[in-house]
């Protein structure tokens, strides 16, 4: 970091949020079709983004990870993305199969957290979607063995050279520790950005296999 950098105050930056209300009248009945909602308005805005969110995972003793991942499907059963079970992620969701999704849709003011248990998806899923990624990325999930030190980068590209030579155009099997999650939601918060920072918080708890709705202060 250079002096001008440490210079930078960020407590001076400040903008507002002017969106409309978000008032519990305006709440789909599920969840799942409010965060679809959402979701189609943000994906009109940036497509290009429109699927990362940050996948928070805490380890048995409760220490904190989050990193970003791609959301593949959705529906009123879970949100599924697809990773190497050995990562950090991995270890982490075995230990503790508790986790959080966060979405932020900065161009509409609002970000969305869904909380809850995950699961592995079955092979059969893996094995189907792994199929549809390019060859690139699945020559690379192949050798990699994610979240582990490497030595080089250079290390990493003559394996997938090899491989590649090895495989000479045939198809690159879904490794076996490659596969996908579903976090199944218990609760859903969706958070609109207002004015004077008097923002709306929406909240959707599963009781009893009932979704209870409930408002949080700012
Ligand atoms: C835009 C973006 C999309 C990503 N998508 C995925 C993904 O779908 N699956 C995945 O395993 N990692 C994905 N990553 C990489 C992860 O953020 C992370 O580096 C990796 O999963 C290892 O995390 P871990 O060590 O906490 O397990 C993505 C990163 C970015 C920035």
């Not at 805490?58 to 990562?87: M, N």
């Not at 509409?108 to 957290?113: A, E, F, G, K, S």
């Not at 590649?164 to 996908?180: A, E, I, N």
């Amino acid at each position: 970091m250079n002096s001008e950098d440490s210079n930078l105050d960020l407590t001076r930056i400040r903008r507002e949020y002017l969106a409309e209300s978000f008032d519990e009248g305006d709440l789909l009945d599920q969840p799942h079709q409010q965060f679809q909602r959402w979701f189609e308005q943000h994906r009109r805005l940036d497509p290009a983004n429109a699927t990362a969110m940050v996948l928070a995972t805490a380890s048995e003793q409760g220490l904190p990870s989050a990193r970003i991942v791609l959301l593949k499907h959705f529906d009123q059963h879970g949100f599924c993305w697809y990773t190497d079970y050995r990562s950090l992620k991995g270890q982490q969701l075995a230990q503790n199969p508790q986790a959080e999704l966060l979405f932020y849709w900065p161009e509409l003011d609002r970000q969305v957290r869904i909380g809850g248990h995950v699961e592995r998806l079955d092979r059969g899923s893996a094995e189907q979607y792994f199929s549809e990624r390019p060859r690139g990325s699945q020559l690379s999930a192949a050798i990699s063995h994610q979240s582990y030190p490497v030595g080089n980068r250079q290390q990493l590209e003559q394996q997938v050279e090899a491989l590649s030579r090895q495989l000479d155009g045939k198809t690159v099997d879904c490794p076996d520790q490659w596969g996908g999650y579903r976090l199944r939601p218990v609760r859903y918060e969706f958070w609109q950005g207002r004015e004077n920072r008097l923002h709306d918080r929406l909240v959707f708890c599963l009781e009893q296999g009932n979704w209870q709705v409930q408002r949080l202060a700012p």
